[in-house]
């Protein structure tokens, strides 16, 4: 544990560390300045000052989620070089082995999670087919924007071309 003298007083970098990480959990999970700053005891302001110190940029949120993308380490690296916010790629076999690793409340909580994480995003992208398009509009209850690779059901790994999803992704951050 890293302890700072500083006049008479000791300070814990760990807590200062620990408690700068909850703050951004917390809000980033999706809850308020209010709402952290009371359930940490601390005063919303300083809240509101850190965020600003740590701010990059500003705008929109995105995510997108897409499966099954043959090229998905292609389109994954792609979406992070463009700053895109939440990445979810699986290959079809990925996808089928994510839900066999898991028992049913395991599985149950993790799409939660997923779902969860998507929500807290200003503008989702999903990749898919056309029923996976209109099922996540409907469970998100927001503007999902559609790329779609095929008709469900899909079996297969299917290409993205990357000029087209790079082009939207584009179009939807110049938007914002």
Known sequence: M?????GDKVISRYKIDYLISEILRLRS??????????????DRTFISRLEHMG???KGKSVAVIGFPIAN???????LSAEG????LLMSESERWDYVRQKSGIELFNAIMDIIAQVH?????VV????????LLRAVL??????????ESPLKEDRFVNPDELMAVIRVIKASN
């Open 2 to 6: 890293d302890l700072i003298r500083i």
């Open 29 to 42: 999970s999706g809850l308020s300045q209010t709402d952290v700053a009371g359930r940490l005891g601390i």
């Open 55 to 57: 701010e990059v940029r």
């Open 72 to 78: 998905r380490e292609e389109i994954r690296s792609l």
């Open 84 to 87: 895109v916010d939440f990445i």
């Open 120 to 124: 807290s995003c200003d503008q989702v």
């Open 127 to 134: 990749i898919g087919s056309d029923k996976r398009i209109n």
């Open 141 to 150: 209850d927001k503007e999902v924007v559609g790329f779609e690779i095929g």
